[in-house]
């Protein structure tokens, strides 16, 4: 009989914010950077799995509150049992979990507040905070966001061992901030950008990383929200190849001695006309050595027809190197790595004079002058660079370093003038404005980053940051992020899922440290202190989103006082310098 696996496998979740990070030092040579959590470079998590530990008598009530809402975690139905561990008995009894979609809500867990009962002892646990959205085939959907969050747990100590209870549990489950961000996996799922189909747009999901999930069970996750559709985050500049309504049929299938994944699907799949990007999805969202696709079980692509690695090419984040250079007096220059050969100057930015701010990909450069004039460069066959000032912005004060992206129509510029977004025909060198929808206040696009395949943006504007995605080559929808962050100067992509933003010195949230460098997904829901015990204000942050399955990961490179430190290199002798960034070719 044939089973749906669709939205059931998302997982329903409350999140607050809970973290607490250590402090290091300052070196003599320098500001101390960490990097955060150890992950691998397509986000994986690389510490333990989550696996619920049940209340005892060692824990306060707050801690049990803190538990609880960690608990949401793995398969639907495994789930529904680690939280009601947390219940009294009559809680259970009718608690219900629901069947939509999961709250997503950020806040503190005060300190309990106890009183004598009748015959046991009784305490209250007030968590307050804001509803950031709900976590619904594995992406935030903040429609229902909404500020001023807050519920009263009633706990009963439960005798000898067993701690405290909860006794009025909330309907629904909830996640802290915590645990999305530590005990869950930010994987992207792939989407064919419109009027393209050899290309791959990533979307994040949050993938429970719990002990009660298998591999088999991660496919099965990630392939359910495949077929369900793009977030609403980059919905409308996609286009799937997969047919609305098709399922899939069963689990997938792993043989590990092969290196293949089999995915059966339901015959609805049949009617596409664009079997070999409906291929590159699955096989790039599943990071497969070799595929089989099944339809109503009859095999319809063979797993060693094409290596699955030959779709990887779908994915612009795929086998690109990046050199990390700077500017030192008006040139630019070459950024020390330790244990690495020391890097040279791409011939197309050499010899370059009176420099403010750089970019290169592949064959093209641009860059700005101390005088505020744009010039992009090209090289042509035999490798000779032909530069050309972009005449039509001669008058123009631009106010953000330029980025170049790639488009069906070869590589474009993008740059900040005031609080407007310039994209530049690099061939023509024709400017074009770009109306930004979602964007609040006033002030100057300071700092801007596009995303591999130069669909997906982040920016700065007014001290806020941004991220969002072109709907067309001239529309931008935006959406603000770390809103809790203020001053915020400089952001740059640093994986499939998220980017880097430097800034001010601060708490992301009451119980964390200040940090002036953080990780923030594209949905913005997670940010991480990348920087905790700097205060000082931090400058430019350059990074580079290394290739999903292996390859050089390039150092996280930031600006302060005029020098460039490596963020995961703390103690490392700076290079004197502005203005980091990574030419990528």
């Known amino acids: 009989m044939r089973r749906r696996f669709l939205a059931a496998a998302a997982v329903v979740t409350g999140v607050f914010a809970l973290s607490v990070l250590s402090a290091c030092g300052v070196p003599d040579s320098g500001p101390a950077v960490s990097y955060g959590p150890e992950r691998t470079i397509t986000g994986i998590d690389l510490r333990p799995p989550y696996k619920v530990a049940a209340p005892d008598n060692s824990q306060s009530a707050d801690q049990t509150v803190a538990g609880y809402l960690r608990a949401a975690n793995g398969p639907l139905e495994k789930m529904r049992e680690q939280v009601k561990v947390f219940f009294t008995q009559s809680a259970q009894n009718t608690w219900q979990a629901g069947s939509g979609g999961l709250l997503v809500v950020r806040g503190t867990v005060h300190p309990p507040t106890q009183v004598a009962g009748a015959g046991q002892f009784d305490a209250h646990v007030q968590v307050t905070g804001d509803v950031l959205g709900v976590l619904t085939n594995g992406w935030l959907d903040t429609s229902q966001a909404r500020a001023g969050y807050s519920y009263t747990y009633n706990l009963l100590s439960a005798g000898a061992g067993k701690g405290w ?272 929808s979602g ?59 998220g980017f880097l933003v430097s800034g001010q010195g601060q708490p992301v949230s009451p119980n964390t440290s200040n940090s002036a460098l953080s990780q923030v997904t594209f949905d913005g829901a997670v940010v991480e202190p990348q920087y905790p015990s700097q205060t000082t204000r931090t400058g430019p942050v350059a990074a580079y989103v290394p290739s999903p399955r292996g390859g050089a990961v390039m150092e996280p490179l930031v600006e302060i006082d005029n020098r460039i430190y490596l963020v995961r290199h703390p103690g490392v002798p700076a290079s004197a310098g502005t203005a980091p960034f990574y030419f990528e070719d």
């Open 439 to 497: 964007v609040t206040g006033e002030g100057a696009v300071t700092s801007l980053s596009v995303a591999p395949g130069g669909k997906r943006v982040a920016f700065v504007r007014g001290g806020r940051a941004y991220a969002g995605i072109f709907t067309d080559s001239a529309q931008i929808r935006a959406w603000q992020v770390a809103s809790q962050l203020t001053g915020i100067t400089s952001v740059s992509w640093s994986s499939e899922v």
């Open 165 to 436: 209870l909860i006794d009025n549990p909330p309907q629904g489950m909830l996640l802290s901030i915590e645990a999305l961000q530590n005990d869950y996996d930010q994987r992207p799922v792939y989407y064919p950008p419109n009027g393209e189909d050899r290309a791959l747009v990533a979307d994040l999901r949050y993938v429970p990383r719990s002990v009660s999930v298998s591999a088999v069970g991660r496919y099965q996750l990630l392939m359910s929200w495949l077929l369900a559709g793009p977030s609403s985050y980059i919905a409308g500049a996609v286009n799937s190849a997969l047919p609305a309504g098709t399922e899939l049929r069963g689990l997938p299938v792993e043989d590990n001695a092969l290196s293949q994944i089999t995915v059966d699907l339901s015959a609805k799949a049949e009617a596409t006309d664009r079997w070999e990007t409906l291929i590159a999805q699955i096989a790039v969202t599943l990071q497969a050595k070799y595929l089989e696709i099944r339809i109503e079980g009859r095999q319809k692509v063979k797993p060693h027809d094409q290596d699955a690695y030959y779709y990887d090419a779908w994915n612009p984040a795929t086998g690109h190197m990046a050199h990390p250079l700077m500017v030192d007096g008006g040139l630019v220059r070459a950024v020390r790595i330790p244990d690495r050969v020391e890097e040279q100057v791409p011939a197309l930015l050499r010899g370059r004079t009176n420099v403010k701010w750089a970019t290169g990909l592949n064959a093209t450069a641009a860059y700005v002058t101390t005088d505020d004039a744009l010039f992009i460069g090209r090289a042509n066959s035999s490798d000779e660079t032909r530069y050309v000032q972009v005449e039509k912005m001669r008058d123009v004060a631009f106010t953000s370093p330029p980025a170049l992206y790639r488009t069906p129509g070869g590589p474009r510029v993008l740059i900040g003038a005031g609080p407007g977004l310039y994209s530049i025909d690099t061939s023509t060198q024709t400017p074009q404005a770009v109306t930004v």
